[in-house]
């Protein structure tokens, strides 16, 4: 009975201590375990990479291993290997040294992206023109990746130089195969760090690319790009409009990308106006880039009609839709509906005036001829159907349909559609 209870009593201890211990461990301080992807000193990788013996190859395999172990916070590491690597880049001699350098510059630029280190942004600018695929020996991979660490990085301070590069992609044709594939790569870089500054500059030349000679992936990664370049894009897209240097094919696709764009109506209505403008004063021989202008006007006057009168002008160049139509021997009378409705949706005195006087010269005409069913006589129907949409309350207006419905120049038909408007006006 003693030895049990013995045995009884040490265990008690034992377990007392035990607890004790676990205490005493717990009060110490314990070691933290280090976060991951961190580094405590980057000076011994520098070291060998930077020396003068090394060769491309090397040096490669000590950027794979600090890529490798996943450090952050490394950015003073890329960016001095950088500096070293731009120093040696003239060391290239073979065809091992060429691909050796070009994994390098791949891993400088993401590792410096990654870690959006500004400070190296002149450097990434260096690395942007040495894989430049001007030259036929850069395949484009790295000049793309410098580029978008360069947006990365926020080295906005080059826009102007990327802004220039693009253009001048833009600018020269493609001329085979192996080049489109490099130049595309460069556009694809150019775009991605457009897109990350996302200043308005950027617009014009990745615009160009949407509707340039690129691949279609290519153009529509532009497209993609343009709404997070800028909201609302009218100046910009006026100014390409405007200028005389940008055939008719090229304002017509800038006026349809603005009207894609979420900006406001009164900047659509602006651009409209100047869309229907440009599509008469702009001259040009060429059939195809005519018909473009047509286009363009007809979508500029649809545009008028949603989203409003942007200035005066526009008036002026409705009424030269309708005219020069009329005029035309091969009149596009779906022009002349258009400028019909917009007219009657406007409702203003400036359009009840147009109005009036397209309809009194069609009344002189159902007089004295010619009055021809394919032209006139539609053209008069439209006329009144867009009179009677504008809720005018004009006395003129209303003498005119009462004379026209009470003439018997015109059928029971036409005179109906006179009765029509004045049942619309409320007169």
């Known amino acids: 009975m003693k030895r049990k209870l013995l045995v009884i ?73 950088l500096r070293f690597f731009l120093l040696r880049a003239s060391d290239i001699r ?43 020996v850069n395949q484009g991979l790295e000049m793309q990746d410098a580029l978008v660490a360069l947006g990365q990085v926020g080295g906005i301070e080059f826009l102007p130089q990327i802004i220039q590069r693009l253009d001048d992609f833009n600018t020269h044709p493609l001329a085979d195969v192996e080049t489109r594939r490099r130049v595309q790569r460069g556009v694809v870089g150019c775009i991605m760090a457009l897109e990350i500054f996302q200043d308005p500059a950027g617009f014009r030349p990745v615009f160009f690319v949407s509707i340039g000679g690129y691949d279609p992936s290519i153009k529509a990664m532009a497209s993609v790009a343009l709404p997070n370049l800028v909201e609302d894009p009218g100046e910009i ?57 047509r286009e363009m006007r007809k979508s500029a006057i649809d545009a008028i009609r949603v989203y409003g009168v942007a200035d005066d002008s526009i008036y002026a160049n409705l009424r030269r839709s309708y005219v020069n139509n009329f005029n035309s021997a091969a009149p596009d009378l779906i022009e002349i509906d ?8 406007i409702g203003s005195e400036e359009a009840v005036e147009l109005l ?10 159902r007089r004295t001829g010619p009055w021809r069913i394919d032209r006139e006589r539609q053209i008069f129907e ?46």
């Open 9 to 81: 009593i040490l265990c008690l201890a034992g377990m007392a201590v035990f607890a004790q211990d676990q205490e005493q461990e717990q009060a110490q301080p314990q070691p933290q375990p280090q976060p991951q992807g961190q580094s405590a000193n980057m000076s011994f990788f520098l070291r060998d990479y930077t020396m003068p013996e090394s060769t491309f190859l090397q040096r490669l395999g000590i950027l794979e291993e600090v890529r490798n172990a996943g450090l952050t916070g490394i950015g003073e590491f890329y960016h001095e290997a």
């Open 94 to 136: 073979t065809l091992e040294d060429r691909r050796a350098a070009e994994a390098s510059a791949r891993i400088l630029a993401h590792g410096l992206g990654a870690e959006q280190y500004h400070p190296a942004a002149p450097d990434l600018w260096r690395l942007v023109v040495l894989f430049d695929v001007i030259r036929d």
């Open 237 to 293: 897209i006026s100014g390409i409009i405007q200028n005389t240097s940008n055939n008719p094919t090229i304002k017509y696709q800038a006026f349809q990308e603005m009207l894609r764009t979420n900006a406001p109506d009164e900047s659509k209505a602006r651009v409209a106006a100047t869309a229907l403008a440009t599509g008469w004063t702009f001259s040009t021989s060429n059939t195809v880039q005519q018909l473009d202008l």
């Open 338 to 345: 258009k400028t019909l409705r917009t007219l009657g949706a």
């Open 356 to 365: 009036l006087e397209f309809i009194r010269e069609l009344h002189t005409r």
């Open 382 to 427: 439209l006329a009144l159907l867009s009179l009677g949409a504008t809720g005018t309350d004009s006395m003129d207006v209303r003498i005119l349909l009462n004379v026209i419905r009470g003439s018997g120049d015109y059928t029971g038909v036409e005179q109906s559609w006179a009765a029509n408007a004045i049942r619309a006006l409320g007169f």
